[in-house]
């Protein structure tokens, strides 16, 4: 098991490895509060939740770290969007239209500000995960750009298992050249400088091929039960 320090300089080391122009978030679903504080202390400031009950309990006991980033990185359902919208400072995985109504409706009757929100897209066939596939994105951008509450800055995606490191590199590459051709269009709402790509065992492809946004767990918490028996110094 990991303790305090490990992950402190685990989370260090990976830190420095990458370019400033990208975001470490360290993905600490089903992490212990106390595994957040130390990767606190070597100097992250993003963390990545895939719950919002888990993210919410987290967050009050860290009430004391006032300038941690919350993003959320798992699927949101619908009937969760109001607890998400206060909770976090960037949602990831707007996956579909339902979702992004939901969101603009909210916001418009709270008055309250948006998180930066990304478009989670498949570009590979993958039954396992959510996501928009390319020709129903396309169709929907219109409908996107007309949702003047939702703050969407950009594209999200997860590979599917199995690919070869070219092959990783390749959706990696597509995911930033959509991006990079739909920036060019006249949008009112839409923007396109947020690319997140990219996990422990991949990141290093993803930052090559352009992420301005890494998700990283386990290389800095270890696997789940050691983050779990995190010991205290």
């Given amino acids: 098991m990991l303790s305090a320090a490990e992950i402190r300089d685990r989370a260090s080391h990976l830190k420095?490895?990458?370019?400033p122009q990208v975001r470490l978030i360290a993905v600490s679903k089903f992490m212990p509060a106390a595994a957040i504080r130390a990767a606190y202390e070597a100097g992250i400031r993003d963390f990545g939740e895939s719950r919002v009950q888990e993210a919410a309990s987290k967050r009050a006991e860290l009430a004391d770290l006032t300038d941690i980033t919350w993003h959320l990185i798992g699927h949101l359902q619908t009937n969760k969007v109001r607890?998400?919208?206060q909770l976090f400072d960037w949602i990831h995985t707007v996956d579909r239209w339902k979702l992004a109504e939901r969101i603009d409706t909210l916001l418009k009757e709270t008055g309250a500000a948006s998180p930066r929100c990304l478009?989670?897209?498949?570009?590979?066939p993958d039954?396992?995960?959510y996501g928009w596939e390319k020709s129903e994105l396309e169709a929907a951008l219109p409908h996107l750009d007309?949702?003047?509450h939702l703050c969407c800055c950009g594209l999200m995606t997860i590979l599917p298992l199995g690919l070869a490191p070219s092959e990783q590199l390749q959706v990696f590459?597509?995911?930033?050249?959509?991006?990079e051709e739909l920036s060019t269009k006249p949008w009112q709402q839409l923007q396109w400088q947020e690319y997140s790509m990219g996990m422990t065992q991949d990141y290093p492809l993803a930052v090559q091929a352009g992420a301005t946004m890494v998700r990283i767990g386990t290389a800095i918490f270890g696997d789940r039960q050691s983050a779990l028996a995190i010991r205290q110094e």
Avoid: N
């Fill in 16 to 19: 420095s490895t990458l370019p």
């Fill in 83 to 85: 607890q998400a919208l």
């Fill in 119 to 124: 478009l989670q897209v498949k570009l590979r």
């Fill in 127 to 129: 039954p396992q995960k």
């Fill in 146 to 148: 007309a949702l003047s």
């Fill in 173 to 179: 590459q597509e995911l930033r050249a959509w991006g």
